[in-house]
């Protein structure tokens, strides 16, 4: 409940006990914060959420790649570029200059590119994945474990985790590229895969998402809450984001794979997905970005149509990237504040 600190609506509340309140919390606030509500709040208590909004376009540059960027990540302030035309690009997306560059993908398109722990691994048309230092480009493994394109990537500090057209997911060990486990539980190609808290999901042209055990690659739930091919997944926080070619944007307990919220503000192909700060960044062949809430998928901004597709996106907390069909990187600013509230009189409200 918002609060004006000049006045209140609830009798039992005067003006000088609210203000005297704000400033005591406030001064208190560094101190306290949570980012989780707490369950049995106590009187005093501070609850925080991260708050971000969209600032401003910074760049945009079509001249990196010769043709549609299909992969991209960040990692602080190092952007990481996958192409159609077969290359890797790493830039600094604060001055735009290129660190590294490399063409390990040279005979078939890149598909996608993920960052951990110093280690940026690249998959693509030619059925590889390719491993690199992150500082430097160079190649550090390669596997050929896929006998199909492989369409996404997901790095960890210990595993690349890998989706393909063969219907299989692959978990490599992140060092050597020795495979750790592989499945097959989807029935058609494999178009993307991620892993958070010990949960790998993976989605496909079967038009399901399975979430498995990162430690073995054992099922853990399904489902089936899209009727087209699911191009994106992400998991975070125990929810599993899918997007799909009908324009659907779902979050699923990975539990059990039961819904909790769809969406359907985008008109065409998702193409993209991202979450970030509590976050659900979607990209589509409708040419728009648009940012909703984790929890229930309230609208917190939409990004105007851009001139062609939107083939990949990847947030931060302090970006939102878009790579679209016509080569072009687009990079824009994000502002994330803090949403301070405070358990007084039985009661959340807000302190700001």
């Known amino acids: 409940m918002p609060w004006d600190s000049e006045k209140t609506t609830d009798s039992d509340l005067t003006a000088p006990e609210w203000n005297s309140h704000v400033a005591d919390q406030k001064s ?3 101190h306290y914060i949570q980012n989780t509500e707490p369950s049995s709040p106590s009187e005093g208590d501070l609850w925080s959420t991260p708050v971000t909004t969209y600032d401003a376009e910074k760049w945009t540059d079509s001249g990196i790649h010769s043709d549609g960027i299909k992969g991209l990540d960040i990692s602080g302030a190092t952007l990481y570029i996958g192409s159609q035309d077969g290359t890797v690009v ?45 500082s430097d480009g160079s190649k550090i493994w390669e596997h050929t474990l896929h006998s199909a394109t492989v369409n996404g990537v997901h790095t960890t500090s210990e595993s690349v985790y890998t989706a393909s057209d063969d219907n299989s997911v692959i978990a490599a060990d992140v060092s050597d590229g020795t495979q750790k486990w592989s499945h097959t539980l989807h029935t058609d190609s494999v178009e993307d895969v991620h892993e958070a808290d010990g949960t790998v999901v993976s989605c496909s042209g079967d038009k399901t998402v399975i979430a498995v055990d990162a430690t073995d690659g054992s099922q853990i739930s399904s489902h089936s809450l899209h009727s087209t091919t699911v191009y994106d997944v992400r998991i975070a926080n125990g929810v599993i984001f899918s997007g799909s070619a009908g324009g659907e944007v779902t979050a699923a307990d990975a539990s059990d794979g039961s819904e909790i919220w769809t969406h359907l503000i985008h008109g065409d192909k998702i193409q993209g997905l991202s ?33 062609d597709f939107i083939y990949h996106i990847v947030a ?19 502002t994330t504040s ?10 959340w409200i807000s302190v700001e």
């Open 90 to 134: 790493a830039i600094d997306i604060e001055t735009q200059n290129q660190l590294w560059n490399h063409n390990l993908h040279s005979s078939g398109d890149v598909l996608g590119v993920s960052e951990s722990g110093g280690v940026v691994s690249s998959v693509g048309s030619d059925n590889s994945v390719f491993a690199v230092d992150a």
């Open 28 to 30: 208190r606030a560094k």
């Open 338 to 347: 803090l949403s301070l509230q405070s358990y007084y009189n039985g009661m």
């Open 316 to 334: 931060s907390p302090e970006y939102v990237v878009g790579g679209y069909s016509d080569n072009t990187v687009s990079v824009s600013t994000l």
């Open 275 to 307: 979450v970030s700060n509590g976050v659900v960044y979607s990209g589509s062949f409708d040419n728009t970005i648009v940012a909703v809430n984790t929890d229930d998928a309230s609208l917190i901004w939409q990004k105007e149509p851009y001139t």
